[in-house]
């Protein structure tokens, strides 16, 4: 079966709000929503696909976009691959040239609407964003605490609660302090033994690679509401979380770091080649900051995630 290859737009406005389309009945899954695009021309470049294809459908010019995410689907009667672009600037105003009603919404209201199975991965692409911080695990409580409010100011919008090397009950209380910060401004994504998910149940949920191991054969712990992600380093673990249904993963070392000195790394080709072919948003991490954020984009990914690069300096 021949894989249909098509441009998507994850498209916002000024407000953060993203933009759906609702398909004709006539059409292929029919009367679902959708990201506005269509079919990439043979030999055409995806970037003036994309251009071509929203000044079609909503009368818009694109004035600056980027890869977010690819995408390959093979449903029973066509196989896929939607290759999706954020669109974070763009002149006109959209309307629905061809008749298809449109709704600005923002992103959290997502999950609320029924899309085509292909644009899982999409929805949960549209709601992440492009940095993922991970807490430094060398800090007293109220420099953690002082730390993160300062990142928090400054826009991280992803958080992961950083576990020392055993699962010490005091991440718990530590845990409740960071919840409440993170309340209402980040997604606070925590680690520890599953006994404890009820514990927290406004939080996420960042499972190990042994964890992954031992438990991505029972499916997901907990229901889609609540995001799910897993530490990954090779296509067998990548593999497994997608068995698992986790929302994301982080894939390192891309590059050497200070902290390990001397270990494998995956470099930027290998990371590349494996999201290809992992459905699902991918934080690269491992050697790896903000000026790093184009290059991850530009080979698939959702973004970064760092520690120390991501970590506010004391002023």
């Not at 970037?47 to 976009?65: K, N």
């Not at 449109?102 to 292909?118: H, M, N, R, T």
């Not at 996420?204 to 907990?222: D, I, K, V």
């Amino acid at each position: 079966m021949n894989r249909i290859h098509v441009v998507a737009a994850v498209i916002r406005d000024a407000c953060g709000r993203v933009l759906i389309a609702k398909r004709a009945q006539d059409q292929h899954q029919g009367g679902l929503w959708e990201f506005p695009g269509g079919k990439v021309e043979a030999g055409e470049p995806v970037p003036i696909a994309l251009a071509r294809e929203l000044r079609e459908e909503l009368g818009i010019q694109v004035e600056s976009s980027r890869p977010l995410i690819q995408v390959r689907h093979d449903y029973p009667d066509k196989a896929v691959l939607l290759d999706v672009w954020e669109v974070t600037s763009f002149s006109g105003e959209a309307c629905g040239l061809e008749g298809q009603p449109l709704e600005w919404i923002v992103p959290k209201q997502l999950p609320d609407y029924e899309f085509p199975a292909a644009n899982t991965p999409i929805v949960k692409a549209a709601r992440l964003p492009g940095s993922y911080l991970i807490t430094p695990g060398d800090l007293t409580v109220k420099e953690l605490l002082h730390g993160l409010q300062r990142a928090l100011d400054a826009g991280i919008a992803l958080v992961q609660l950083r576990t020392p090397p055993s699962f010490d009950p005091q991440y718990r209380d530590l845990a409740v302090d960071v919840q409440g910060l993170c309340a209402g401004r980040a997604q606070l994504m925590l680690k520890g033994p599953l006994e404890w998910l009820g514990d927290f149940p406004a939080a996420g949920w960042h499972l190990t690679s042994q964890q992954l191991r031992r438990y991505a054969a029972n499916g997901r712990p907990f229901p889609p509401d609540r995001w799910l992600a897993a530490s990954c380093h090779n296509a067998e673990e990548l593999a497994l979380a997608a068995q698992m249904g986790v929302d994301f993963v982080t894939l390192s070392p891309v590059q050497p770091t200070e902290s390990h000195p001397g270990a494998p790394v995956l470099g930027w080709d290998m990371a590349e080649a494996l999201i290809r072919n992992f459905n699902h948003p991918v934080y690269l991490l491992g050697g790896v900051g903000p000026e790093d954020q184009t290059s991850a984009w530009d080979a698939g990914a959702q973004g970064v995630a760092g520690i120390r690069a991501f970590w506010p300096t004391i002023s």
